[in-house]
């Protein structure tokens, strides 16, 4: 006999002993009832006791849900924009495999502004290529004007360089012929002066004072002559100078216009194959979108839901869904007071209509971090105090079914047990036999073999709706407690007085 029905069948015995004793009570009179009839009473009740067993103890959590698909896909379009359905393929209760066509979209219109698009691009991608071609040609001009500019400041330079080597040989010849022409003027002097000495005659004297005086003259112009070769000189340096710094000029300002314009060359490149890529990647963008008009299943299964119509407009929201109709979960939602007590990987016990007596066992693999419900606020009138509902969170909790069962449909209700908490081969007692002392520890009345009896301190474990563990080892097997009768028949023992009469008030 098992525990529970146990202390079913002691309680039931009690009961009768003791409105056994109440009809000799009033049949005999209270004082026998008190001298005799206790006396056998007391003796009956001893036998109002429960062993100590080791049980398997369970702790649980019931809720009610239902069954829906382990695998669920809703599948919708997913393009850019919103197209009218053009076809739909597939019908509710359809098996379709992963990747089988389920409708297709009218893209005509897509289509259209694609080709107008690719009519554009080539019309840009040709005026791309003129401006390449104009700044490939400008980038020619520019080399040769810069090139011209150059050569022309070389010529310059060269005359200048040459010009100045000339008024180099002026100068020299120019001091050669001032040397000459004072050699020749002091010659002249000295004869001059000899003809002075020697008082020569008057016109032989008059012809050497005109040849110095020609001296003197000669002296002079090569001196003039000198001037004007040294200035020649300075100013053909400056001219080497200037011409200099034209060709240095010329060659940097070639050199910026040429870059500038090589730059421009490059840009016009860059710019065209930036459009080109552009445009490539529009293209490659548009032809993916094309390729969304006909949408694929997603999973195997079983077509249970259509939301589309041919001509309308697809609205991109769970347009077919598809369910694995072979494999089921449960799923249910457990209240904010109890949800903290359910955890994934806990086992579930399943039990449903169709399958009966049947239990099918479960796993909790989804516990909702979010609520499903929420509780809600409102205010009356100007009031700025809220009220709360009487609406409760709840959780969604997801349970995966072991094995398969093929009377099982979507939709189905699912009543759940959780085990919350478990343990195997436990020595137990009945909860209802465990009292608590001033001190606040826990303790049992223990009935030992003489009849005597005996409050023992004990340590429990888990406890559920009936049993209590009892963790110390203060207790063992087979030793029998107390039972806390309730009910009339611990009314009727409340009653009794220290001799075991009953006390009517």
């Known amino acids: 006999m098992k525990l529970k029905e146990k202390i079913k069948s002691h309680k039931k015995i009690a009961a009768v002993i003791i409105a056994a004793a109440l009809v000799l009570s009033v049949a005999g009179g209270f004082g026998v009832a008190t001298s005799v009839g206790a006396k056998n009473i007391e003796e009956e009740v001893t036998v109002s006791t429960v062993p100590v067993t080791v049980e398997n103890l369970e702790k649980t959590l019931s809720a009610t849900g239902a069954l829906i698909s382990a695998e669920e896909s809703s599948v919708a379009s997913t393009t850019e924009e919103k197209y009218p359905v053009a076809e739909i393929y597939v019908k509710i209760g359809d098996v379709v495999k992963k990747g089988d066509p389920l409708y297709r979209l009218d893209m005509t219109a897509f289509e259209e502004q694609m080709e107008y698009k690719k009519k554009e691009a080539a019309l840009a991608e040709q005026s791309k290529a003129l401006e390449k071609a104009d700044a490939a040609r400008e980038y020619e001009n520019a080399k040769s004007t810069a090139q011209s500019d150059i050569d022309e400041a070389n010529r310059n330079l060269t005359q200048a360089q040459s010009d100045a080597q000339n008024a180099i040989w002026i100068k020299q010849s120019a001091e050669q012929n001032l040397e000459s022409a004072k050699s020749a003027e002091n010659e002249a002097k000295k004869k001059l002066d000899k003809a002075k000495e020697k008082d020569d005659d008057e016109k032989k004297i008059e012809e050497l004072k005109a040849k110095y005086a020609a001296a003197t003259k000669a002296r002079e112009d090569a001196e003039s002559a000198l001037a004007e070769a040294n200035a020649g000189i300075d100013t053909t340096s400056k001219a080497v100078v200037s011409a200099q710094a034209a060709v240095d000029t010329a060659n940097k300002t070639a050199g910026n216009t040429v870059e500038s ?45 259509i939301n ?7 609205s991109g929201a769970d347009s077919v869904v598809i369910d694995d109709v072979n494999h089921l979960k449960a799923t249910c939602d457990i209240d904010e007071a109890e949800i903290s007590k359910v955890q994934c990987g806990q086992r579930v016990q399943i039990k449903t209509d169709a399958t009966g007596e049947e239990i099918l066992q479960g ?22 105090t809220a009220s709360v509902s009487k609406s409760r969170a709840t959780y969604r909790v997801d349970v995966d079914i072991e094995g398969t069962n093929d009377v099982l449909r979507l939709g189905m ?13 436990v020595l137990a007692v009945p909860s209802a036999t465990i009292k608590l002392a001033e001190d606040g520890s826990s303790y049992v009345t223990v009935m030992n073999d003489d009849g005597t009896t005996e409050d023992i301190t004990i340590e429990t474990g888990m406890e559920n709706e009936y049993y209590t563990e009892i963790t110390s080892s203060t207790l063992t097997e087979g ?10 028949g611990d009314a009727a023992l409340d009653g009794m007085d220290a001799a075991g009469g009953i006390v009517i008030e």
């Open 261 to 305: 314009q090589a730059n421009a060359v490059k840009s016009a490149a860059i710019s065209a194959e930036s459009e080109a890529l552009t445009k490539e990647q529009e293209n490659k963008k548009n032809e993916e979108e094309l390729a969304k008009a006909v949408v694929y299943a997603t999973q195997d299964g079983t077509v249970t839901n």
């Open 363 to 384: 796993t909790v693999t989804f516990v909702s971090p979010t609520p499903t419900k929420n509780s809600s606020t409102s205010s009356e009138g100007e009031s700025s």
């Open 413 to 425: 209700t699912a009543k759940m047990t959780f085990i919350i908490e478990s343990a195997e081969n």
């Open 308 to 314: 589309i119509k041919v001509g309308v407009m697809d």
């Open 479 to 488: 030793m029998n407690v107390v039972e806390d009768l309730s009910g009339e």
